[in-house]
């Protein structure tokens, strides 16, 4: 015979040939072309090979692509079924967009680049994000200088109120710990910023002049952050006058001029007040010894009153120099706000004190002694024996 082709030959290579197409598997990811969209089911050609299906939650990706799917759009799906009870292979747009973020979070942790990430829920010890059921926890400890909540004694209603004001933003962060197994991310804000940060802390200079937003205030100062940096002002360094609450100088996100006076490592001082002229300059030509003087008491102390002689120049009464009564109370002769007059008696520029005298009103010229301005007279902490020895020397 010349010619043994026959029909059941070639119905045995049909059925070689088509061993040789594997059915999608599951855990496999496969491309498909759409071909029909209905209210509970998408089914997708899979190269003529199968029919695929997806339903219910499985339609629902990060995405959202159900809500522009065509039929003919080619689309990547995740295989949860070889196949159903109705021959159809059973896939996942929802997974298949969890492997890609899941390849994506491995390629970043590995190559330690920083991805974008949007908190959706805050407790007090972080923020918390969900992305196709991968979970990420971004703590506390690891948000930037500009996100991470100051607050006066650590009061965990006021931290979280703080960072539930985070949620929905776009956040860069850095993937720190990554546990595929449990489907969990540990992610770093502050160290996404780590490199910018050694960039700008090499560059900085005291002395310089930069412009911020306030990140912090608290009881002894404000934190500012710039560059990608973060630096303290001290309540010493806020205003050449007295300063009793930094509150009353900005709010938080407020941006502020400062001038860089120290850098120890990653530890930077800042100043606000020394981007103004020092009124000091200027009054130590107007205030000299034995000029009169009037002005606004603002604050009374156990050793003495404050007085203001001008914005940002304050006078200190001491106690002793009140009135002529031993250990006298100065809140049983001057109340905060009271008006009243008084000599200066001493003046330090560089330290900026002016010591004032009521008492001193009413002496006599010839009798009355030659004074200096001791640091026992201004300073908050002035012990009691030191004020009887200063009594003893005045007279």
């Given at each position: 015979?010349?010619?043994?082709?026959?029909a059941?030959?070639v119905?045995?290579?049909?059925?070689?040939?088509?061993?040789?197409?594997?059915?999608?598997?599951?855990?496999?990811?496969?491309?498909?072309?759409?071909?029909?969209?209905?209210?509970?089911?998408?089914?997708?050609?899979?190269?003529?090979?199968?029919?695929?299906?997806?339903?219910g939650?499985e339609?629902?990706?990060?995405?959202?692509?159900?809500?522009?799917?065509?039929?003919?759009?080619?689309?990547?799906?995740?295989?949860?079924?070889?196949?159903?009870?109705?021959?159809?292979?059973?896939?996942?747009?929802?997974?298949?967009?969890?492997?890609?973020?899941?390849?994506?979070?491995?390629?970043?942790?590995?190559?330690?680049?920083?991805?974008?990430?949007?908190?959706?829920?805050?407790?007090?010890?972080?923020?918390?994000?969900?992305?196709?059921?991968?979970?990420?926890?971004?703590?506390v400890?690891?948000?930037?200088?500009l996100h991470?909540?100051?607050?006066?004694?650590?009061?965990?209603n006021?931290?979280?109120?703080?960072?539930?004001?985070?949620i929905?933003?776009?956040?860069?962060?850095?993937?720190?710990?990554?546990?595929?197994?449990?489907?969990?991310?540990?992610?770093?804000?502050?160290?996404?910023?780590?490199?910018?940060?050694?960039g700008?802390?090499?560059?900085?200079?005291?002395?310089?002049?930069?412009?911020?937003?306030?990140?912090?205030?608290?009881?002894?100062?404000?934190?500012?952050?710039?560059?990608g940096l973060?630096?303290l002002?001290?309540?010493?360094?806020?205003?050449?006058?007295?300063?009793?609450?930094?509150?009353?100088?900005?709010?938080?996100?407020?941006?502020?001029?400062?001038?860089?006076i120290?850098?120890?490592?990653?530890k930077?001082?800042?100043?606000?007040k020394?981007?103004?002229?020092?009124?000091?300059?200027?009054a130590?030509?107007?205030?000299?010894?034995?000029?009169?003087?009037?002005?606004e008491?603002?604050?009374?102390t156990?050793?003495?009153?404050f007085?203001?002689l001008?914005?940002?120049?304050?006078?200190l009464?001491?106690?002793?120099?009140?009135?002529?009564?031993?250990n006298?109370?100065?809140?049983?002769?001057i109340k905060?706000?009271?008006?009243?007059?008084?000599?200066?008696i001493?003046?330090d520029?560089?330290d900026?004190?002016?010591?004032?005298?009521?008492?001193?009103?009413?002496?006599?010229?010839?009798?009355?002694?030659k004074?200096?301005?001791?640091?026992?007279?201004?300073?908050?902490?002035?012990?009691?024996?030191?004020?009887?020895?200063?009594?003893?020397?005045?007279?």
């Amino acid at each position: 015979m010349k010619n043994t082709y026959t029909a059941s030959a070639v119905m045995d290579e049909l059925l070689r040939s088509s061993t040789d197409i594997s059915s999608p598997l599951p855990g496999e990811l496969v491309e498909g072309t759409v071909v029909s969209i209905t209210k509970n089911k998408i089914l997708v050609d899979l190269d003529g090979i199968a029919t695929g299906m997806i339903s219910g939650q499985e339609a629902c990706d990060s995405l959202d692509t159900l809500k522009s799917l065509k039929v003919g759009d080619s689309i990547s799906a995740y295989v949860l079924e070889e196949e159903n009870e109705d021959g159809l292979v059973v896939l996942s747009l929802r997974k298949a967009s969890q492997e890609k973020t899941w390849k994506r979070f491995v390629d970043s942790y590995q190559s330690q680049k920083s991805i974008q990430v949007i908190p959706n829920e805050a407790n007090k010890g972080g923020l918390l994000l969900n992305i196709d059921g991968i979970k990420g926890f971004i703590p506390v400890s690891q948000l930037a200088p500009l996100h991470y909540p100051r607050v006066d004694g650590a009061d965990s209603n006021v931290i979280l109120a703080r960072l539930q004001k985070l949620i929905g933003l776009t956040l860069s962060v850095r993937i720190i710990n990554l546990d595929r197994e449990g489907g969990k991310l540990i992610l770093s804000e502050k160290a996404a910023e780590e490199e910018v940060r050694e960039g700008s802390l090499n560059k900085l200079e005291v002395g310089q002049t930069v412009k911020g937003k306030i990140s912090g205030i608290v009881k002894f100062g404000i934190f500012v952050t710039f560059d990608g940096l973060e630096g303290l002002v001290h309540i010493s360094e806020i205003a050449w006058g007295h300063v009793k609450d930094p509150h009353d100088y900005g709010r938080l996100g407020d941006p502020v001029d400062i001038m860089v006076i120290g850098k120890d490592k990653d530890k930077i001082s800042l100043s606000i007040k020394r981007l103004t002229p020092d009124p000091w300059v200027s009054a130590t030509k107007k205030y000299q010894i034995g000029t009169l003087v009037e002005g606004e008491i603002t604050r009374i102390t156990p050793f003495g009153a404050f007085m203001r002689l001008e914005n940002d120049i304050n006078g200190l009464i001491h106690v002793s120099e009140i009135s002529n009564e031993e250990n006298a109370d100065p809140s049983q002769s001057i109340k905060v706000g009271d008006k009243i007059k008084a000599k200066v008696i001493a003046i330090d520029p560089e330290d900026h004190r002016v010591g004032l005298s009521i008492k001193a009103l009413s002496e006599k010229p010839e009798k009355k002694a030659k004074k200096t301005l001791k640091d026992e007279d201004i300073t908050d902490g002035a012990k009691e024996e030191k004020k009887k020895k200063t009594k003893k020397d005045e007279l």
